[in-house]
């Protein structure tokens, strides 16, 4: 079965450091995601994209984040300058069409960045 | 304020009983509801949708329940395995876009 790919799996980087999440989308799907779970919380949005634009993206998601999908089969989360409070497993989706029209939402395994 | 409960305690049942989740939530109207399976240190894994004119929706040895009266939906594993065993999720999706709303999870512990 075809699935999203998530890299790395684990980060440890300082505080202050950029950071950049990638993740490899199921080929044919045209909508990707971000989502995050500080460990023991519940699994929260960050951001949609589509058509090669963010189309939602939360609260959370403020000027430190972007992202891009720089080629035709990666898409990348960038966190420009970590706080402590970043620690968090990062998952990448993708679903084919709109969830509303009952496309499915494939999650990766998530990269697990932890920052000190 | 919007909120997203889910049984507040981790559930554990016997093999081969049947497993009953419950999401609750205020402040929403969703015309989705969506429940995941996710087991530690994994993502997500997608197992039902259903819509707000739906009842009810089977897939194997899953059902799903959603009352918008109640604003509640039920999960119900029959016949469980000790494979069941893992954190389930519900998350709710609006009319439109794609952003969906996760609840805090429910950790489920089927014993042999």
């Known amino acids: 079965e075809p699935e999203v790919t998530q890299t790395p799996s684990h980060q440890v980087t300082q505080m202050g450091q950029e950071v950049i999440l990638r993740c490899v989308p199921i080929?044919?799907?045209?909508?990707f995601y971000w989502y995050r779970q500080i460990l023991g919380q519940k699994v929260e949005f960050l951001v949609s994209?589509?058509?090669?634009?963010?189309?939602?993206k939360s609260e959370i998601f403020d000027d430190q984040f972007s992202v891009e999908r720089p080629d035709g089969s990666n898409f990348t989360l960038k966190i420009r300058s970590t706080k402590l409070e970043d620690s968090a497993m990062y998952f990448c989706?993708?679903?084919?069409?709109?969830?509303?029209?009952?496309?499915?939402?494939?999650f990766g395994e998530g990269s697990w960045l932890t920052v000190v | 304020s919007q909120k997203i409960e889910q049984n507040s305690e981790a559930l554990n049942i016997q093999e081969g009983k049947t497993a009953t989740l419950t999401c609750n939530y205020t402040?929403?109207?969703?015309?989705?509801l969506q429940w995941y399976r996710q087991d530690p240190g994994r993502g997500p894994v997608f197992l039902l949708l259903?819509?707000?004119?739906?009842k009810e929706k089977r897939k194997e040895r899953l059902k799903v329940t959603f009352d918008t009266t109640l604003k509640q939906s039920l999960f119900h594993i029959t016949a469980s395995q000790p494979a069941d065993s893992a954190t389930y999720l519900c998350?709710?999706?609006?009319?439109?876009?794609?952003?969906?709303?996760f609840g805090t999870g429910t950790s489920l512990t089927v014993i042999p």
């Open positions: 989706a993708s679903s084919l069409g709109q969830l509303v029209s009952g496309n499915t939402i494939y």
């Open positions: 402040n929403y109207s969703p015309a989705y």
């Open positions: 259903i819509r707000e004119n739906e």
């Open positions: 080929s044919n799907h045209l909508y």
């Open positions: 998350a709710l999706g609006e009319n439109t876009g794609n952003q969906f709303y």
């Open positions: 994209f589509y058509n090669n634009e963010i189309s939602e």
